[in-house]
């Protein structure tokens, strides 16, 4: 059964990243239902993108590891629903 | 005339004074890295770095191929041959994209190259200048890693982290991308090889609990069974394996690409696995109680319906990339390590143990097998030449020993499954893309990179002809590949199939073909053919005894089949020994 689920990547911040996170969901043609991604306040070599993502926990479970072994990723985090994502966003710095 | 792949220039500017220009700074990065061997097609955008080569005649072999898909495979094939890094320089524009075929074959076979492509000056990207193409976009999904360079102050690290990456873990292909102006420019040189990134963890710490709970399984299975992949190979672990398999007396089959891990000619080696492997070894993959599969991901064409492969077995799982862990089937016990490092963990945890029962009951499917097929294609009394013929003597008159390059079809599966591999890493072909095309390229590199080995690519008429141009890089740079085609002219494992499931509806696979011979002879390579069956033995035999690069051409019979065969979409135990007229 299809669900949203909150998927935020951890990575450096290099041109393509991006790129390679929505090649795999596309690859594996999972809906992205929202899209964040910013770079750290504090060190623009640094970053993290925040997806919702509509699809089943068999194919969250398989895809996590292929984003994970990209080089510049870090790591991750998955949980279901779309609290963790909009926690996320509420974190981020806000312009003054 | 043969021409020597070194110019005759010698390297006088190691030395000069720093700063250097981007494009020499890329020479000596690569010499750092000892590399020695770089397949390549020059361009504009990639002429400051080809200008810089000049100077380093002596130091670095350059093999000018005659397309860039050419210059990838090659470079494959050298890295497969030689456990190194394969290197290609390509210019920007269709330079780069006509290596995207390699680059998704060593992504997808686990080759580590590295490719350095041109690219437009940095004010220019984006415009649509001429031969500019955004070969970053392009390459993402194909490539383990992507850089682009427009600083000249950063080619040495790319370059190192790009050796790195492409040798280190699971290894992959590797682009970089270097802007005409950072080519040009000047900057400082060091080169600091690259020891770690922060973010990629290539080599996990082994699970000791996983590596007990594995050998629990070992010590009280009754009928367990060894996949090995080509994780053996790039991990070191044959002899790791070898112990493992005679000290637990366990049966050992080959993945595609896992084929020289083990030797053929072992008592415990049963074959080959997938849907044109041996009988015994798919149908006891349904048969087994414990299924250890180290260094292979559980491809489709090993599994067949993969819903009903192995569910009475219990499954070990031993594998370096953690994303093929439980992806195509699910692991009872995961190690998520390298192989070689697994395998030797596991070898004081296992129990002596002798299985013959079980043992047996492959050599009742082999004999099985052997009378309906392969006595059939080896001996066969009357008719043309069978491509299962050939590779038996090939293989006979070798002793396995020979470095194979296959390419892809009928003639591929034929070799895989005839040709008794002795010795680790003799085995190359395009695996899990499946790339016609591929054989002769590769061949032209693992000869490079295997020097004292002799290497045979084994071809179809089809996949000759999508590369052949490469005869002109093997005449130029006397390459010393035995080149052999099987001809049947039809792109045979198509037509195969549109036989058994298209009731014969050969719909576009015939192929009139130009005379090969001929058309070899051309380039200045000896050429022969051979269409009857009492010249194949000193056909072969000469084709094996003269140095240098050579041609034979073995027209095979037309419309054979390559059996057994688990039909796409059936359970490995459907596997079918023939087709009941
Ligand atoms: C580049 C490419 N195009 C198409 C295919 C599909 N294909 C797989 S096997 C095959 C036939 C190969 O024919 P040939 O090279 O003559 O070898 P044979 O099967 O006759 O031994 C084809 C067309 C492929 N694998 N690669």
């Given at each position: ?96 | ?100 075929t390699?680059?998704?074959d060593?992504?997808i ?144 089959a080959n993945t595609l690409l896992?084929l ?11 074959g080959f696995l997938g849907m044109h492997g041996n009988y015994s070894t798919n149908r006891n993959t349904n ?11 559980f491809d489709d064409r090993v599994t067949g319906d993969v819903s009903k492969y ?55 499917y082999q004999q099985e097998e052997y009378e309906k097929i392969m006595s059939r294609d080896w001996f066969p009394a009357s008719g043309l030449i069978k491509m299962g013929e050939v590779i038996h003597q090939l293989s ?8 194979i390059v296959t390419d892809v079809g009928q003639h591929q599966m034929v070799t895989s499954r005839y040709y008794a ?6 085995h190359?072909t395009s695996g899990g893309l499946g790339t016609m095309g591929f054989a002769l ?15 045979i690519a084994i071809i179809g008429d089809g996949g000759f002809q999508m590369t052949l ?14 080149i052999l085609v099987l001809n049947n002219s039809f792109l045979g494992m198509v037509r195969q199939w549109q036989q058994l499931f298209h009731e014969s509806r050969y719909s576009f696979t015939e192929m009139t073909n130009p005379d090969f011979v001929?058309l ?9 053919r051979v269409t009857e069956r009492e010249s194949l033995?000193?056909a072969l ?11 034979l051409e073995v027209k095979v019979e037309k419309e054979e089949n390559v059996f057994p065969m688990v039909p796409a979409g059936a359970s490995v135990s459907d596997m079918i020994l023939e087709v009941k007229a």
């Open positions: 059964m299809k669900k949203d689920f909150s998927f935020i990547v951890y990575a450096d911040n290099s041109f393509g990243i991006l790129n390679r996170m929505i090649n795999a969901f596309n690859r594996r043609r999972i809906r992205i239902r929202t899209l964040m991604a910013s770079e750290d306040e504090h060190n623009p070599h640094t970053g993290s993108a925040a997806f919702i993502l509509y699809t089943t926990e068999e194919m969250m479970r398989k895809v996590k590891p292929q984003i994970e072994k990209f080089i510049e990723v870090d790591h991750t985090q998955v949980s279901e629903g779309t609290t963790a994502f909009y926690a996320y966003i509420q974190q981020l710095p806000v312009e003054k | 005339m043969q021409q020597k792949a070194v110019l005759p220039t010698k390297t006088d500017r190691l030395h000069t004074e720093i700063p250097i220009t981007g494009a020499e700074a890329v020479i000596r990065s690569l010499l750092a890295e000892s590399v020695t061997t770089i397949f390549g097609y020059p361009g504009g955008a990639i002429m400051p770095v080809y200008d810089a080569l000049y100077h380093y005649g002596d130091r670095l072999n350059h093999i000018l191929t005659r397309h860039e898909q050419g210059a990838i495979h090659a470079a494959q094939g050298y890295a497969r041959a030689s456990g190194r890094v394969g290197v290609v320089f390509v210019t920007s524009g269709p330079g780069a994209t006509n290596l995207v390699g680059l998704a060593a992504m076979d686990s080759t580590p190259v590295v490719c350095i492509t041109g690219q437009v000056a940095s004010h220019l990207l984006g415009t649509d200048a001429f031969q500019e193409t955004d070969v970053m976009n392009i390459t993402i999904p194909v490539t383990k890693w992507s850089v682009q360079v427009t600083r000249p102050d950063d080619i040495p690290s790319a370059i190192a982290k790009a050796f790195y990456i492409a040798r280190t873990g699971r290894p992959g292909p590797v682009l970089i991308d270097i802007t005409k102006d950072a080519q040009l420019q000047k900057a400082p040189f060091s080169y600091v090889p690259c020891q770690g990134i922060k973010t990629y963890r290539p080599r996990p710490v082994l699970n000791m609990q996983a590596v007990q709970a594995a050998a629990q399984l070992i010590n009280s299975s009754q009928r367990p069974y060894i996949l090995a992949g080509q994780g053996v190979l790039l991990s070191g672990a044959m002899e790791a394996l070898r112990r493992l398999a005679e000290k637990a007396g366990i049966p050992v896992g020289s891990s083990f030797p053929a000619n072992h008592p415990l080696y049963v048969e087994c109680d414990l299924l250890i599969a180290v260094g292979m991901r192995a569910r009475q077995a219990k499954i070990i799982h031993i594998e370096l990339d953690a994303a093929e862990i439980n992806k195509n089937v699910h692991a009872d016990v995961a190690i998520h390590a390298d192989a070689r490092e697994a395998l030797e963990a596991l070898l004081p945890l296992v129990k002596p143990n002798q299985h013959p029962e079980w043992l047996e009951s492959f050599r009742q006979e008159r070798t002793r396995g020993n020979a470095l591999f002795t010795r680790p890493r003799t190359i390229p590769a061949a032209m590199g693992a000869a490079l990179g295997a020097p004292d080995q002799p290497v141009q490469e005869l002109g890089t093997i005449a130029q740079f006397h390459i010393p590949v035995k001929q070899v002879k051309a380039y200045g390579i000896p050429a022969h033995a000193s035999d000469a084709f094996l005894e003269q140095p240098g690069p050579r041609f």
